[in-house]
């Protein structure tokens, strides 16, 4: 059975930075193409950044283009979302996700996952 947890949320102040972590299992992890999703109080989830299975391929939603910084260790299974200059805009429950279908390149809608985490919480104050 596929599991993903996340990590490393918490609470900031703005400008600042957190890491958050995506730890799978359950499946060879480095055969599948991942994503961060967002959703915010109120708001429906929404694409924050994917990468491809081999994490050659990356892809941003405006918003976050030059701020966040999608990763991965294969060897540890783990997904990586390194988070600078944070807004309070960014406050929101962060989900990771993986697909079903092995390989791929970068998936952006919410309907191309399969598997997803519980969520962190990021809270940014102003």
């Known amino acids: 059975q596929v599991q993903l947890v996340e990590s490393g949320g918490g609470l900031v102040q703005a400008g600042g930075s957190l890491r958050l972590s995506c730890a799978g299992s359950?499946?060879?992890?480095?055969?599948?193409?991942m994503g961060w999703f967002r959703q915010a109080p109120g708001k429906v989830r929404q694409f924050v950044t994917a990468s491809s299975w081999n994490g050659r391929s990356t892809t941003y939603a405006d918003s976050v283009k030059g701020r966040f910084t999608i990763s991965r260790d294969n060897t540890k299974h783990t997904m990586y979302l390194q988070m600078n200059s944070l807004k309070p805009e960014d406050t929101a429950v962060y989900y990771c996700?993986?697909?079903?279908?092995?390989?791929?390149?970068?998936?952006?809608?919410?309907?191309?996952?399969?598997?997803w985490g519980q969520g962190t919480q990021v809270t940014v104050s102003s």
């Open positions: 996700a993986t697909r079903s279908a092995g390989y791929g390149d970068v998936y952006y809608r919410l309907e191309d996952y399969d598997y």
């Open positions: 359950g499946r060879t992890f480095s055969s599948y193409a």
